[in-house]
């Protein structure tokens, strides 16, 4: 089992920055595939950013490309979004994952392991 605790949102003005974590305990997490997604009201639960064990691949949601990095601490056990220049449509619920395997995936329906979510609201 794998237990994740999100934290770092928060209400930022548009244009801002926030940096969430992700922390992993339980099974070894270095040997987790980490992913990001996040659901608006009123809407699915789409991928945001995902990264292998070792940090060696990333992949981002075309929307957030340029804007946000993911990045992880394996030492820590913690895996980091890094989101500048936020928009309005950026508010969400940010929710981490975890799958154990080597390939990057970007659909939910792949993850085991979901933490119960971080609220960034992003004001115009």
């Known amino acids: 089992q794998v237990r994740l605790v999100e934290s770092g949102g928060g209400l930022v003005q548009a244009g801002g920055s926030l940096t969430l974590s992700c922390a992993a305990s339980?099974?070894?997490?270095?040997?987790?595939?980490m992913g990001w997604f996040r659901q608006a009201p009123g809407k699915e639960r789409e991928f945001v950013a995902a990264?292998?064990?070792?940090?060696?691949?990333?992949s981002y949601v075309d929307s957030v490309k340029g804007r946000f990095a993911i990045s992880r601490d394996n030492a820590k056990s913690t895996v980091y979004l890094r989101m500048n220049s936020l928009k309005p449509e950026d508010t969400a619920v940010y929710s981490c994952?975890?799958?154990?395997?080597?390939?990057?995936?970007?659909?939910?329906?792949?993850?085991?392991?979901w933490g119960q979510g971080t609220r960034v609201t992003v004001s115009s």
């Open positions: 994952a975890a799958k154990d395997t080597w390939v990057i995936t970007s659909n939910r329906d792949d993850y085991d392991y």
């Open positions: 339980g099974r070894t997490s270095s040997s987790f595939l």
């Open positions: 990264i292998t064990r070792g940090g060696g691949s990333t």
